[in-house]
């Protein structure tokens, strides 16, 4: 019996790379086409064009391949495929995120937690979600911070403590004064929840993620939205709900940097690039592939 295969219209696979890597084929350094992209948003235009005007070009790295795994194709028979450095980049949870569901276990959901198993770090959940008592929960907290302030985010992977994993972004552009996230939409909904805390917009995520990433490097920040259609991106209640560790000042703030969306078909008409020759399936994709 064949596994089951997944993803038929994701977009990632249909849309992301088959896009921008036209794209970034015509011109690796981003200039032709990205501030048409950032023109054709609608929610902080005027940031947009600020971006548009100051980006200049893509670091170069953005078109470095490696090889990539990817679990959608993988279900179609296709192996590791050569991918831009842009695509699928693998970011940090935010620190500052980490440190607050540490301090507030009440706030998270312990539904994952696999009480079956006798791990370390099963018991040590078990403990910080107040399971043995009061002191074991203050005990398990003081361990988790003190890994935590010990091996920061960029050590969390897989962590017991860690309850917010690496970020791959769709697309990640990098400039020399500018970080921009791209998320593209087909089918899917904007996910709304991570595994541990219901109410985390994906695209509040993207957000959070990319402004620690530009404060580390002193750089202007963004995040755009892609689909298939029309899409009212985020408002107050998703940046409430999936920010809680923020001030209300600090919201406002970050909201800016939600540069909008646009559609695919826009995209591509603003570029050049002819839209109904996307590949309408993943599995016309992975049969390109395996040819």
Known sequence: MSKKKIGRFNSSITRVRPVFQQLLKQDPSGRSFLPTILAKVNANTDYAQFLAKSAGNLLPDAVTLRLYHDRVLKSYGVGDIPLEACFEKRLLPPERFLKWLI????KMTDSPMKRSEESESTRMRIALFGKKGIVAQKQAQSIALSELKQKRASGSYRKWWAFEGFTEVDCYFETQTAVILIEG?????????????????QLVRNMEVARDIAAGKNKEFGVILITEKPHMGIGADDLNSGLPHFELHEKTVLLKHFIGSTTWREVCDATGIDFDSLPNETAEVAARLKQ
Do not use: I
């Open 103 to 106: 301090e507030n276990p009440d």
């Open 185 to 201: 939409k087909r089918t899917e909904p904007l996910s709304q929840a991570t595994m541990w805390y219901q109410g985390r917009n």
